[in-house]
């Protein structure tokens, strides 16, 4: 079965400057697939970033990027130059790539991340 | 282009009652999921389907029901509301394409009273 921890229930930031967002996966799959979301205090989920298990390359989308350490089981998300606007609660999810029929495609998430950026 | 519509936004049921969440998507997507979100914690998957009259339980189904009759359309029926069912509902689409993320409705909040 497939685990995601996310052991920072909260996390303050000053604005300006960078964060890091730890998430430890569990998996017995070769192939997957990791995913970071925002969630708003509006409510919505907001897809940030991907990473596959087999990109040699740490993933990054703008002010985000992703510290994949596959033989660690971790994906941290970094954060650079905060804005008052990424305040949120942030979500690290896991699926299977390998396509085996149903039940395929499916996210794990972990419980979350608050942060909180400080002006 | 709308994405993921969910409807309604908030409901309030009262124990006992039932109640359809319905989710829809234009984006063509062959996968489809229904989430809870109950406070400080992550999605849980109670549904999901792979395409048209193709569904199967995720890790917390009972209570609920679903169908597909159509690529767009995928309603989750609640049967006899229990208070432990008051939650957010998200509703989320994808490709079948292994690096593509899903897509979320803006949920629905319930509350069972």
């Known amino acids: 079965a497939q685990k995601i921890t996310q052991t920072q229930p909260g996390m303050f930031v000053q604005e300006k400057e960078a964060v890091t967002l730890d998430c430890t996966y569990d998996?017995?799959?070769?192939?997957?697939?990791l995913f970071w979301y925002k969630q708003p205090s509006s409510g919505e989920m907001i897809f940030l970033i991907y990473q596959g298990s087999y990109d040699e390359q740490n993933a990054t989308e703008g002010r985000y990027s992703l510290n994949f350490q596959k033989a660690r089981k971790s994906a941290n998300l970094v954060i650079s130059a905060s804005q008052l606007g990424d305040s949120a609660m942030y979500f690290c999810a896991m699926r299977e790539e390998a396509y085996s029929g149903a039940g395929s495609y499916q996210l794990t998430f972990g419980k979350g991340t608050k942060l909180s950026v400080i002006p | 282009n709308a994405g993921v519509t969910q409807t309604p936004k908030f409901r309030i049921l009262k124990i006992g009652q039932s109640m359809t969440l319905q989710c829809a998507q234009d984006m063509n997507h062959n996968y489809m999921y229904w989430y809870r979100q109950d406070p400080g914690m992550g999605l849980k998957l109670i549904y999901y389907?792979?395409?048209?009259?193709?569904?199967d339980k995720g890790e917390v189904p009972n209570g609920y029901n679903v169908s597909r009759s159509t690529t767009e359309d995928f309603p989750l029926r609640l049967e006899l509301a229990a208070p432990s069912q008051t939650s957010v509902y998200f509703c989320a689409s994808s490709p079948r394409v292994s690096n593509q993320p899903q897509h979320f409705g803006d949920g629905t909040r319930l509350s069972i009273l």
């Open positions: 998996t017995s799959d070769q192939s997957y697939g």
């Open positions: 389907s792979v395409g048209a009259g193709i569904t």
